[in-house]
């Protein structure tokens, strides 16, 4: 299963990057922020995005909202330090398959792949 890790921090991708590759996951590519999000996607065509929310230029949700009504079929999981409820209600709402807070356990990132994956 090919993974886009995006986020506008490259240490956090690679982090990330890190835990997927261990967990036997490709990694599809990478952004740094929504737009080169939607960009990536239409090249790499992923099975699953791992999506931060905050980032410059274009955010998660907004990224989030413009991926589903290109992709409907897109499978998202989003990765935050901004854990607060409204935005984990909005990015469910908006399609997103699972929500992960940073800075998040190993095992529970690939939990929510894994979830993502199994859904479609």
């Given at each position: 299963?090919?993974?886009?890790?995006?986020?506008?921090?490259?240490?956090?991708?690679?982090?990330?990057?890190?835990?997927?590759?261990?967990?036997?996951?490709?990694?599809?590519?990478?952004?740094?922020?929504?737009?080169?999000c939607l960009e990536k996607y239409e090249e790499v065509r992923p099975d699953l995005v791992l999506?931060?929310?905050?980032?410059p230029r274009m955010d998660g949700l907004n990224c989030l909202r413009e991926l589903k009504k290109?992709?409907?079929?897109?499978?998202?999981?989003?990765?935050?330090?901004?854990?607060?409820?409204?935005?984990?209600?909005?990015?469910?709402?908006?399609?997103?398959?699972?929500?992960?807070?940073?800075?998040?356990?190993?095992?529970?990132?690939?939990?929510?792949?894994?979830?993502?994956?199994?859904?479609?």
């Amino acid at each position: 299963m090919n993974i886009l890790v995006v986020d506008d921090l490259s240490f956090m991708r690679s982090i990330i990057r890190d835990i997927l590759v261990a967990g036997g996951y490709r990694i599809a590519g990478e952004a740094s922020d929504g737009r080169d999000c939607l960009e990536k996607y239409e090249e790499v065509r992923p099975d699953l995005v791992l999506l931060d929310i905050a980032m410059p230029r274009m955010d998660g949700l907004n990224c989030l909202r413009e991926l589903k009504k290109r992709h409907p079929d897109s499978r998202v999981v989003m990765c935050s330090s901004l854990g607060d409820q409204e935005r984990i209600i909005k990015a469910i709402q908006l399609g997103a398959s699972d929500f992960v807070v940073k800075p998040f356990q190993k095992n529970r990132l690939l939990s929510a792949v894994k979830k993502a994956l199994n859904r479609g």
